[in-house]
């Protein structure tokens, strides 16, 4: 219990960064910086990659700026986003040591899962009938 408790507080500090990359307009948004020519654009420079409005092309930014992914340069009345990752990698560190010094983990990635330890309720793990996919029965 007191492993799991130490890996809590690094996990907890990488939330944002989990957060941006599981956004598809932050994902967007990273992938739009990295193919600039120039590494870096304003706002307005990225909303018209983006179909997004500035509100909403702000709130990502503002998400990613808070995750240590991206980072801000003022020059005259322009403000100029880039990718630094340096930030988001400093406090991923931390969660990786825990998980790797707290971790039991195999040599052989190809053996799984103990089997006498998994154990799934089909009727919560069937696909739906929405999916377009029928559950075995």
Do not use: W
Not at 35 to 48: D, M, P, Q, V, Y
């Amino acid at each position: 219990k007191g492993k799991d408790l130490a890996v809590m507080e690094p996990f907890r500090k990488c939330t944002p960064i989990f957060s941006v990359f599981g956004d598809v307009k932050g994902q967007e948004i990273i992938l739009i910086l990295t193919a600039a020519s120039e590494r870096e654009l304003t706002l307005k420079g990225i909303t018209e990659r983006l179909d997004l409005l500035r509100p909403a092309a702000s709130h990502h930014l503002k998400a990613l700026k808070q995750a240590g992914i991206v980072g801000v340069r003022s020059c005259s009345a322009e403000n100029y986003d880039y990718l630094t990752f340096k930030t988001a990698i400093e406090d991923l560190k931390p969660l990786f040591f825990q998980v790797e010094a707290n971790g039991d983990f195999d040599e052989n990635p190809d053996k799984g899962p103990d089997p006498a330890f998994c154990y799934a309720d089909p009727k919560i793990i069937a696909p739906s009938q929405s999916d377009g996919i029928a559950a075995e029965e």
